[in-house]
């Protein structure tokens, strides 16, 4: 059975992406946590990067919703795996949708790693630009 306290964090860190609330997402990773989108090989380390890149997100799109979770449980009780939908709204008001997964490995009730892995164009855009 998958740790009830885990499942409550995605839902947590979701919630702050998809509210564009940064504090409660930043609530939920360690100062120091590695989030990486594996399938565009990117990889940021800490706040102030994954803060950067979030801000660019929102700033790109009207709004972005992640929902149908589906969790996987792993042997270990530290790492959990979601599988879900995202939908982005663009600008110009078209629907993007997607079908993700992320894995998150949590220590001292914070994600110390967020792995994600993405359906088609990077949406979470790391490019190093304001």
């Known amino acids: 059975m998958i740790e009830p306290k885990l499942r409550s964090m995605v839902k947590e860190y979701f919630r702050g992406v998809d509210d564009e609330d940064l504090p409660l997402l930043l609530g939920t990773l360690s100062e120091d946590c590695a989030f990486s989108i594996e399938t565009h090989e990117v990889k940021l380390i800490g706040h102030d990067a994954i803060s950067r890149m979030f801000h660019r997100l929102w700033s790109n799109h009207k709004w972005v919703r992640h929902d149908q979770f589906s969790f996987v449980e ?38 110390i790693e967020v792995r994600v892995y993405m359906s088609g164009e990077n949406t979470l855009d790391h490019a ?3």
């Open 128 to 130: 190093n630009r304001s």
């Open 74 to 111: 792993e042997a270990q009780n530290d790492v959990i795996a979601v599988r879900f939908r995202v939908t982005n709204k663009l600008h110009d008001d078209q629907l993007v949708y997607k079908s993700n997964c992320n894995f998150f490995t949590c220590r001292d009730n914070k994600f």
